[in-house]
């Protein structure tokens, strides 16, 4: 008899830790082990987690004795060799652990842990009897409670473990998790009717329609009857389903409607559709690009003849996105998949739509706020290569985790947009700077495409690092837009202000409305008053949580924190004076919205901010209002800025410039210009020239009349020289370093010592530490140290010290209750 091998197996799990973790494989087991998939294994004292095997060996680990494999799940790897390259690469540069990575990498639904909480699927009409007896155990336990989590499932079966019946009852939609119940954007589903399974020939249908003809009782179900026909529900042997709602619509009866499905000549179903663009079908016919857009495309494959990644520097309006179709089509013609990447998805319905009715079916759309479903069907269509639907994928940064079996390019859109950055939890990694990594794994080109580039960017491609095209004309030789300054000092000397709107802006909106155009105004501030305070003492109400001051949202009469949705009612009186005399100062999008009612009656004003967005498909819904012209005034905050086309808009107000020019950070000038850039160009697309009004305290500023004159190159080199003299990106790298504690006492002393310990290695390259501007959020006290490092000094040393010092710190009892956040690139 042959000796049986006993084999060990390295699992990485997603806890916040560095290692992987090794354990046994049960002798029953061996032929089932594979790199790459997910095993169940005991973690801790009571917990199973699900972990994916990254090595396997005869090696016995020394010191303890491991624990067995409990239940492996899968028949093939569910991650790549390239993906895991990846994974370890995120967590090397980004100083983050591994379990970090594989946490933000992997959708929820393949993290099984003791604590996931499921429950039953919704929309779950399914045959029982495809269950097996564990799975409708579970079935049965669930309709008598809510939710069950993994632990009482198991105590129900009787069994450890029942992470592969999980596995099973998800693939056959029974039920969901709890993560999966709370995604913004669930699965859009809706009730559709189609002729029943005996009436699929064209006798039988004719032979329908004649009994229905000869009952004069069931003129009103034969009216349903031939509408459905003549909505094409039915040709040449074919049923398709048509939606129970157009039906409806066309003049069939609802009660008619059910009353052929009981009487089954019918069959209502419901079915999935698509949440971005339904009823898209693929439309081979591309739009004929312009000399300028050719030359530009040209310009592209010449450059990645020699270099990897290449930047697209193109004016708002200049018609980019035709180009991506372009390249996207030969790479599809070559059996590639392509990656775009959008800085947001919800912000970006437009193009989303457009890129859906060129190539239909092949472009998938992955974000983490999606159904998970959804998303693990992306996933594992990658993963099998299947070039039948999803070559192309559409996605924010998590996009960058999928198992790309054959990527052919990558396009970053917005390249200079912030969101691309992943602030919290770790791993706090750029999904621009990831892309380009992901690229040299799989051997693809990467386009980078902005109208503003990040400075980083685009001094690397002055530095001949990457390619640079530039598309400097809008499509239709379209004018760019004239931009004018409204001097509030001025303005306010000559009372000539109404309420927080320029006389000069007011006058400009009053043309546009008569013309019946339509107006966009920004201002990077959401809520109503941004400060109360009382004019005796100088009060302001604060968060208890944060050293924030609360934000009036008059819609709901509340003063809310930003930072920790912490909110309390308006106070009538001072608490420190007794005085009532509060006055607000400042103002935010909802304030604006409340007196354009007054200064322009009967205008229609609608938000869009995070206020007015958080419903499902509440973003896609005011945008189709604004375009279809139901709206005359769009009042935003960043979300104005990005992405959005329309052919109405003649005039974009910028109401508070300032706000953005005099932020305490070094990228502020950069940003400003970025944002004010960014929403100009949403004005004058299609017929005239547009119109920009910058309300601002000094409009002489140079970065305002940089906006002015287009001049982005301007900006470029100004800010470059200050970047240089202050040591600051692209010449520096940065490592931001967080301390965070409850008390602030114990917090400065051990913000000192790791202090020390950094200066007696970098020296002069580390600042701090300091409070940052919000010294305490969520009743954690903040202390920031940040360190900035040569661009060309060895990255890899300087972490790898930095990390020791860390450890060297952590060391020490005293030092263990401060968390320490690493920021690297913070952006």
């Known amino acids: 008899m042959e000796e049986r091998k006993t084999y060990f197996v390295d699992v990485i799990l997603p806890v916040p830790i560095n290692n992987a973790f090794t354990y046994r494989v049960p002798f029953e087991m061996n032929e089932h082990i594979k790199t790459g998939v997910r095993v169940v294994v005991p973690f801790g004292r009571s917990k199973l987690q699900t972990g994916i095997i990254i090595k396997i060996h005869e090696k016995v680990p020394e010191g303890y004795q491991s624990k067995y494999v409990e239940a492996v799940l899968d028949d093939a790897p569910i991650i790549t060799g390239k993906q895991f390259k990846l994974w370890n690469w995120i967590s090397e540069y980004y100083m983050a652990p591994l379990g970090d990575v594989m946490n933000a990498a992997l959708p929820s639904n393949f993290k099984l842990g003791s604590e996931t909480k499921v429950l039953l699927h919704p929309e779950y009409e399914g045959n029982l009897d495809r269950l097996t007896d564990k799975e409708y155990q579970v079935f049965e336990a669930l309709e008598i409670q809510n939710e069950l989590d993994l632990k009482e499932i198991s105590d129900i079966l009787g ?132 000399e300028a857009q050719q030359s530009a495309l040209d310009e592209i494959r010449t450059s990645f003849i020699e270099k990897d990644v290449t930047l697209l520097h193109g004016v708002t309006g200049s018609g980019k996105t035709e180009i991506y179709v372009e390249l996207i089509q030969e790479q ?20 989303i739509q457009r890129l859906q009715r060129y190539f239909g ?29 999803f070559q192309i994928v559409l996605g924010a940064r998590s996009a960058v985790f999928l198992p790309f079996r054959n990527l052919g390019l990558i396009i970053v859109d917005e390249e200079h947009e912030s969101s691309f950055k992943q602030y919290d939890p770790s791993p706090r990694y750029n999904g621009r700077d990831t892309a380009i990594v992901l690229r040299a794994f799989h051997d693809a080109k990467v386009l980078l495409g902005s109208a503003t580039p ?45 309420s927080d709107f320029s006389g000069f802006l007011v006058e400009h909106m009053k043309e546009a409305l008569e013309n019946k155009e339509q107006i966009i105004l920004f201002q990077n501030r959401r809520g109503y008053n941004p400060v109360w305070a009382c004019e005796v003492c100088g009060w302001n109400p604060h968060c208890k949580n944060c050293d924030v001051s609360l934000t009036y949202h008059k819609n709901s009469n509340i003063l809310k924190c930003h930072y920790c949705s912490y909110f309390t009612p308006p106070v009538g009186a001072c608490p420190k004076c007794q005085s009532n005399r509060l006055k607000m100062i400042g103002f935010g999008t909802e304030k604006i919205e409340d007196e354009l009612s007054i200064i322009l009656p009967g205008v229609r004003v609608q938000r869009l901010d995070l206020d007015t967005t958080r419903q499902k498909n509440s973003y896609e819904n005011i945008l189709r209002d604004f375009d279809d012209r139901k709206i005359d005034i769009l009042v935003g905050t960043q979300m104005v800025t990005k992405g959005l086309d329309f052919d109405n808009v003649s005039l974009v107000g910028i109401l508070d410039a300032d706000m953005m020019l005099n932020r305490p950070d070094f990228r502020a000038f950069e940003r400003s210009y970025q944002l004010m850039s960014q929403v100009s160009g949403r004005s004058g697309r299609k017929t005239k020239r547009g119109k920009v009004v ?69 020296g002069s390259r580390v600042l701090g530490p300091e409070f940052p501007v919000v010294k305490r959020i969520q009743n954690s006290y903040l202390k920031v140290i940040r360190l900035k490092v040569e661009r060309e000094a060895s990255h890899k040393k300087v972490k790898k010290l930095l990390q020791q010092k860390i450890d060297d710190f952590y060391s020490v009892a005293y030092n263990k209750s401060v968390r320490i956040i690493i920021d690297v690139d913070p952006s």
């Open 454 to 498: 990040a400075m980083e960017t685009f001094f690397n491609a002055e530095e001949g690092k990457y390619g640079l095209v530039s598309l400097d004309k809008r499509f239709g030789d379209l004018m760019m837009p004239e931009i004018f300054t409204a001097n509030l000092k001025k303005e306010k000397r000559d009372k000539t202000m109404q």
């Open 361 to 389: 079916d092949k472009v998938g759309v992955y974000h983490s706020r999606f159904n998970q479903n959804e998303r693990v069907e992306i996933w594992n269509s990658l993963l099998h290569n299947d070039t039948t639907k």
């Open 694 to 762: 910058i309300q601002t305290y000094d409009p002489d500023h140079w970065i305002i009349q940089h906006v002015i004159n287009h001049d982005f190159i301007g900006m470029y080199k100004n800010e470059l020289i200050e970047r240089k003299n202050y040591f600051y990106p692209p010449f520096y790298k940065m490592i931001n370093l967080t301390l965070k504690h409850r008390d602030p006492n114990k917090l400065e002393m051990m913000a000192a010592d790791l202090a020390d310990r950094l200066v007696a290695v970098f």
């Open 332 to 351: 599809l013609d070559q059996g590639k998949q392509v990656l775009f990447l959008l800085p947001e998805i919800a912000l970006t319905t437009q193009l």
């Open 159 to 290: 069994i450890k473990t029942i992470q592969p019946v999980i596995k099973s009852l998800i693939e056959k939609r029974v039920i969901i998790t709890q993560e999966d119940l709370k995604q913004k954007y669930a699965p859009k589903t809706q009730l559709f009717v189609e002729f029943a399974k005996a009436y699929q020939s064209d006798e039988q249908i004719e032979a329908l329609i004649k009994v229905y003809s000869e009952n004069a009782r069931k003129k009103k179900q034969l009216d349903v009857l031939l509408t459905l026909l003549k909505l094409g529900s039915y040709k040449q042997g074919e049923s398709t389903p048509i939606l129970r709602s157009e039906l409806v619509e066309h003049g069939a009866s609802a009660s008619s409607i059910n009353t052929l499905n009981k009487d089954e000549v019918l069959e209502i179903k419901r079915l999935e559709i698509s949440r971005l663009a339904e009823g898209s079908e693929a439309d081979s016919s591309f739009k004929s690009l312009s």
